[in-house]
């Protein structure tokens, strides 16, 4: 089992295609994910992506977009290691593994939420999602 094994989700009010964008280009991934090295496994269009990952951790991460109601739920999901000295994964102690586990999963928020505020738009709750075509 990785020591770091991340799962979120976030309710983002916008279709499907309009989240996918935001993870579809790889000059965008050093800026969300700064000490990893993204590599696509999985491109699955408007449903998401998933990626093995190299560089601080070495392991696998998914970004998959659920279509509910008026949007879209984001799931995200990372399982890795530290890297080792050779690049290679080596399993942290528990303490540290937990500490990074944790410290992944504010960054996997903080990027949800930044996702949220950029794509609603300030749209109120309960307010429908201004109509947005994926660019």
């Given at each position: 089992?990785?020591?770091?094994?991340?799962?979120?989700?976030?309710?983002?009010?916008?279709?499907?295609?309009?989240?996918?964008?935001?993870?579809?280009?790889?000059?965008?991934?050093?800026?969300?994910?700064?000490?990893?090295?993204?590599?696509?496994?999985?491109?699955?269009?408007?449903?998401?992506?998933?990626?093995?990952?190299?560089?601080?951790?070495?392991g696998s991460m998914e970004v998959w977009l659920e279509p509910v109601l008026d949007g879209?739920?984001?799931?995200?999901?990372?399982?890795?290691?530290?890297?080792?000295?050779?690049?290679?994964?080596?399993?942290?102690?528990?303490?540290?593994?937990?500490?990074?586990?944790?410290?992944?999963?504010?960054?996997?928020?903080?990027?949800?939420?930044?996702?949220?505020?950029?794509?609603?738009?300030?749209?109120?709750?309960?307010?429908?999602?201004?109509?947005?075509?994926?660019?």
């Amino acid at each position: 089992m990785p020591s770091v094994d991340v799962v979120d989700e976030t309710f983002v009010a916008v279709a499907p295609a309009v989240l996918a964008a935001e993870f579809a280009r790889p000059a965008q991934w050093r800026g969300l994910w700064p000490d990893l090295r993204l590599e696509v496994v999985t491109d699955r269009g408007d449903q998401g992506f998933r990626w093995t990952i190299t560089g601080a951790l070495v392991g696998s991460m998914e970004v998959w977009l659920e279509p509910v109601l008026d949007g879209t739920v984001l799931h995200y999901f990372l399982r890795a290691d530290p890297a080792g000295p050779d690049g290679g994964p080596a399993p942290a102690p528990w303490r540290r593994g937990m500490a990074e586990a944790s410290r992944r999963q504010r960054a996997a928020k903080a990027i949800a939420f930044a996702c949220k505020a950029r794509l609603e738009c300030g749209r109120a709750p309960g307010e429908p999602p201004e109509p947005r075509v994926a660019s």
